[in-house]
């Protein structure tokens, strides 16, 4: 035995299960988060509940089951429940999503098992999804056009789903022509503003330019015209329809067709209908923008700032640590200086992100942005054009926060590439630069995409210096669009974790979003994992490709 102990195998085994029951916790703690997150697109089944008060009045709950949980008695009638009837020690409740929140006080409710007459799955019960006050629970009764019906009881699934994808089409085409050539026509419009409060600052506002921009901006208001007019067809075509449902009061409502994204009959699906219904609405999730307060919709919007921000910080942090790294293990004097920054390099990792942010906003933001806005944009002050926080200062803040982490592993690459390589070079009549540029680098390739693989993962799940920097609960535009110059780095984004944060905890509907917590999370780490397996790919064939200069 002490010869085994001596051996040290006993240390491999004890690393090996550490490591296998770190990797059993990362991977299961990721499983419960895509279970509790994906099970949300998947189509619940709707529930017909016939509910008995304790006065023994009685009323009917649709909705679907959304959590089930066991009650201590004691709890209950602490809290002034009175359960009769009922021996036992735990209570079963159940939380209904009952929606239709302009007839309802909240849209969760919950109910005691014993207070449960009937409980029923009709397959005639609908759930329509809507652009506002969330989901409508009830029975299809007609659809009306212009006030009149156009359904029957045989098909009236059938119109319904024509006129909403008919709507759903009218809706997006008016949206499209909003924020397209309405949106270039108000950019635009308000360039023309600019440019003439530019020129008056300058002394340069004379009767012809004034003349000239009139003319361009009475031209810009005529394409308005007839765009807008465009668009009040588009809408008004699209308020054409409605639906009339029959909701759990038992009083029937008529819904606008134009509020209407989708109805779905889950009772009534078999099991390759909700798969394709789930795959559907995973896709609206990852492409749509976000409704009610964020506890709605989609997230593309906090997708696409998230990687373009991290792609940005990636733009500006390689170079930099790259150039420093290099400076330091190849031109830097071995003397107690260098030793001194290098210190300094790595205490600069162990920083608190949050000190980052409070540096960003008050140098880049302030300071930087600010002296920028009065050199270059005083037509636009006092609204601030760079000296507020945006999308450029985010990515830098975030450079500035990963640029030790490149530093290190660029430093460590080419610590590791042997001495007789740069000999060699320069005995053959290559110059320093030359052996660098040619040998060197492409050997340290592979250590300067691991800097950046750490770096990305690192930015990309920060969110703390971002709160300061740039990033908001709700961008109404895109840090890109087809304005020139097409990329609009003083915008502000929206971002994944930022996301998270405002749906968990600042939304005032908990219920309806902890659903899309566990969903925005999974698609965090899936936006994580997605830019650090492209980077680990580049990394794997440039090690491949300069392979043979190690030999």
Do not use: C
Request: glycine share 8%.
């Amino acid at each position: 035995m002490n010869k085994w102990f001596k051996s040290g195998k006993p240390y491999i085994w004890l690393t090996a299960g550490a490591v296998s029951v770190s990797l059993i916790a990362v991977l299961g703690l990721l499983a419960l988060i895509a279970w509790r997150g994906l099970s949300f697109f998947w189509p619940a089944a709707i529930h017909e509940v016939e509910v008995q008060a304790n006065d023994g009045s009685t009323r009917v709950i649709i909705g679907e089951v959304y959590d089930r949980e066991e009650v201590p008695i004691a709890r209950l009638q602490e809290s002034g429940v009175t359960i009769d009837g009922f021996d036992g020690e735990f209570l079963e409740r159940q939380l209904f999503k009952v929606g239709n929140r302009e007839f309802v006080p909240l849209d969760f409710m919950w109910v005691m098992e014993p207070q449960i007459i009937r409980d029923e799955t009709p397959a005639d019960l609908a759930v329509l999804e809507r652009s506002k006050d969330g989901n409508f629970y009830g029975y299809v009764v007609d659809v009306l056009e212009n006030g009149e019906s156009v359904a029957t009881p045989e098909n009236v699934r059938d119109v319904l789903f024509e006129r909403i994808e008919r709507a759903v089409e009218l809706n997006e085409q008016a949206s499209d022509l909003q924020q397209g050539e309405i949106g270039a026509i108000n950019y635009q419009l308000n360039q023309l503003r600019l440019e003439a409060r530019a020129l008056d600052l300058e002394g340069k506002l004379t009767e012809a330019e004034k003349q000239r921009l009139a003319a361009e901006e009475e031209a810009l208001n005529a394409q308005y015209k007839e765009l807008e007019k465009e668009l009040f067809a588009y809408r008004e075509a699209a308020s054409r329809d409605s639906v009339v449902m029959r909701d759990m009061r038992g009083m029937e409502v008529t819904v606008p067709m134009y509020r209407v994204l989708d109805a779905t009959f889950p009772n009534d699906m078999g099991l390759f209908s909700k798969l394709g219904h789930f795959f559907v609405q995973i896709g609206k999730f990852v492409s749509e923008d976000p409704r009610e307060a964020n506890t709605e919709g989609g997230v593309f919007p906090a997708i696409f700032g998230t990687v373009f921000m991290v792609l940005l910080m990636s733009v500006i942090v390689t170079p930099f640590g790259v150039i420093a790294a290099v400076y330091l293990h190849e031109y830097a004097g071995k003397n107690a200086i260098t030793r001194l920054i290098r210190i300094a390099v790595i205490n600069l990792a162990g920083v608190p992100s949050i000190v980052y942010g409070v540096f960003g906003l008050g140098f880049f933001v302030y300071m930087v942005g600010g002296t920028l806005d009065q050199i270059f944009y005083p037509e636009a002050l006092p609204s601030p054009t760079f000296g507020t926080p945006g999308v450029m200062w985010s990515a830098i803040t975030l450079a500035i926060l990963t640029l030790p982490v490149v530093i290190v592993s660029t430093e460590e690459g080419l610590s590791r590439i042997p001495s007789t390589l740069r000999e060699g070079s320069l005995a053959l009549g290559a110059t320093k630069a030359e052996t660098l540029w040619r040998i060197i680098l492409p050997m340290a390739s592979p250590a300067i995409m691991t800097g950046l693989i750490l770096a990305v993962a690192r930015a990309a799940g920060e969110v703390a210096p971002l709160m300061l920097v740039g990033v908001v609960k709700s961008a109404p535009m895109l840090p890109v669009d087809g304005n020139f110059p097409y990329f609009h780095l003083d915008r502000k984004f929206m971002h994944l974790g930022f996301h998270i944060y405002d749906v968990g905890f600042q939304s005032p509907n908990v219920e309806a979003a902890r659903p899309l917590v566990y969903a925005t999370s999974f698609l965090l780490v899936t936006v994580i994992v997605g830019l650090n397996l492209t980077a680990i790919g580049v990394r794997n064939h440039l090690r491949e490709k300069y392979r043979s200069l190690e030999h």
